[in-house]
């Protein structure tokens, strides 16, 4: 067979060491180059950015310096562009390109209530899939891998997005659908795949499942697990050494938003992931006063994609807490956040690849006649996945003999919003601890290893 990639290039370390080695200087000029362009292609074609520029009393022209940007250009946020998207379907007034030139749409694993709906444009969604070789490549996969995805695929972008980076790459893919996780392990048995691609905590369960079949995960022959969706091996060392050990192959970790981009892909180093800055501009922010904090402090991560023409995201609040660096011994000059995510901004964890916001919770709760407001969640560790349990008080005139239907209530409107199933457990009026200050919702009893900041 023809090689298919020639000789330096499969030699090199780097899927294009161009960029991933371009000194800071340079990347910030090209940087200050394409968001220019960025603002003034949102300010001319989106009335979302316009609006929103124009009550700042900006314009495009005034951006000359990175600086300007971050002073002057207002933060977005997520919660802007949902009523917009409701009000005005599919994607509200934040877009910068008519419905028609769109070729794809998929949500966010957002559960606020709604998802947000991020359409593509096609070359959109390459860029969002070359994201993912650069971590593929990094760790050390070649065209000649292949790949099995062990999900069933829905409208959520995440692994889409990672299947065309599997295409891009030129590796060959298996797509796993809805097995089971029993027919997850058969299929793997016969197809003998090289890298596995899932959630982490799934990755475990599968490796569980296979043992109590009698299959030794590593007589599969993995070479590669490779992660997104939750806190993953380069965020916790504990769980990495758990996935190398149980399938006798090298774990990987990118870190990605949907309607950003997979924008950070693991570091070859397996401690934190790098920017992509050929995709994104990245500055971090002080939550609590504003200002940019230095090399190797903690802050907010404000992003800008450049992949997103039909949706364009700008100064966007991510609400991920990292620590960014702009030194990293692997020889990338992207911007390095070690440990990947650190905490969060604004109450959430995630549940088995699902984001759950405190505050989506708290609005289904809400809706459900017979519920107080008195409610716990509370996060535990079963056979190597996170699960989430939702205690509730119901107020007190429901008789006892009504728990069990509320719970049925609770458990079914968790599930129809958030997409994720969590535990009802209905506790007696009183029973939940009361404060006279902040309330704890978030109860978190997961081992230490696993554990991640929930608030500030």
Not at 286 to 295: A, M
Not at 366 to 385: A, D, F, K
Request: proline share 7%.
């Amino acid at each position: 067979m023809k090689p298919f990639l020639n000789p330096k290039a499969a030699e090199s370390s780097f899927w294009n060491q161009y960029y991933e080695t371009l000194p800071r200087e340079k990347l910030n000029a090209l940087h200050l180059v394409r968001l220019k362009k960025v603002l003034r292609h949102a300010y001319d074609h989106s009335p979302f950015y316009r609006r929103k520029l124009d009550e700042a009393g900006v314009r495009p022209e005034d951006i000359r310096s990175l600086d300007d940007f971050k002073r002057k250009v207002p933060l977005t946020d997520k919660s802007e562009f949902l009523p917009f998207q409701d009000e005005h379907p599919h994607y509200g007034v934040t877009g910068a390109l008519p419905e028609e030139y769109l070729a794809m749409h998929y949500e966010t694993s957002g559960t606020t209530g709604s998802p947000l709906r991020v359409p593509f444009t096609l070359y959109d969604f390459e860029r969002f899939g070359e994201s993912w070789v650069y971590g593929f490549w990094g760790l050390g996969m070649r065209p000649q891998d292949s790949f099995y995805f062990a999900f069933q695929f829905g409208l959520f972008v995440g692994f889409w997005s990672a299947s065309q980076g599997v295409r891009r790459l030129g590796a060959k893919l298996y797509h796993g659908g809805g097995q089971t996780t029993e027919g997850h392990i058969r299929l793997m048995q016969r197809l003998r795949p090289t890298v596995l691609v899932c959630t982490p905590t799934y990755a475990l369960r599968l490796a569980e499942t296979a043992q109590s079949m009698g299959v030794e995960p590593a007589s599969i022959g993995l070479k590669y697990t490779y992660h997104a969706g939750e806190p993953g091996p380069f965020a916790l060392p504990a769980l990495k050494k758990k996935l190398d050990e149980a399938w006798g192959a090298t774990s990987g970790e990118l870190l990605g938003m949907a309607e950003v981009d997979s924008m950070a892909p693991g570091c070859p180093l397996r401690e934190g992931v790098h920017l992509n800055e050929t995709n994104v501009f990245s500055w971090i922010r002080d939550p609590e006063t504003g200002q940019e904090v230095g090399d190797g402090q903690m802050g907010e991560n404000i992003v800008t994609s450049y992949v997103n023409n039909a949706q364009p995201l700008i100064n966007y609040r991510t609400h991920d807490l990292v620590e960014r660096h702009y030194r990293c011994d692997c020889g990338r000059t992207w911007a390095y956040f070690r440990g990947v995510v650190l905490g969060r901004t604004d109450f959430m964890v995630t549940v088995r690849g699902t984001n759950v916001y405190q505050s989506a919770v708290e609005k289904v709760l809400g809706s459900i006649p017979g519920v107080s407001h008195h409610y716990q969640l509370v996060l535990s560790t079963v056979r190597e996945m996170d699960e989430m349990a939702v205690k509730v008080e119901p107020e007190p005139d429901v008789p006892s003999a009504k728990y069990p239907e509320l719970a049925r209530l609770v458990e079914e409107g968790l599930r129809a919003t958030l997409k994720v199933r969590l535990e009802p457990q209905i506790v007696p009026p009183g029973a939940l601890p009361r404060y006279e200050l902040k309330t704890r919702r978030i109860i978190d009893e997961r081992p230490p290893e696993r554990r991640r900041l929930l608030e500030r």
